[in-house]
């Protein structure tokens, strides 16, 4: 039998994208409202992937609870009081502090 092509894997768009597309990959997702990846809308697998393929610093909130996603450039942006709990987390809570 041949080796299995991650390429050809549900999960397939989160493929490279350096450290957050190790970070997205090994997020527990099903704790999020979004689920797992391999139940996400067509269009948010798609924005992720562009993202993490990105050097420009890419940033999406996503559904109701704004779930934060965003890629190696943009991180370098959010400083360590929000790297790396702002990826999966919702606006609301990330940003407390500007949010109103």
Known sequence: MPPSN???????????????????????????PLGPPDTWPMALKTMVRVMLSSNHPMFIWWGDELIQFYNDSYRQTLGPERHPSALAQPGRICWAEAWD
């Open 6 to 32: 991650p390429l050809n894997s549900p999960f397939s768009f989160l493929a490279g994208g350096g450290e957050m597309g190790t970070l997205m990959r090994a997020h527990d997702w099903q704790t999020t």
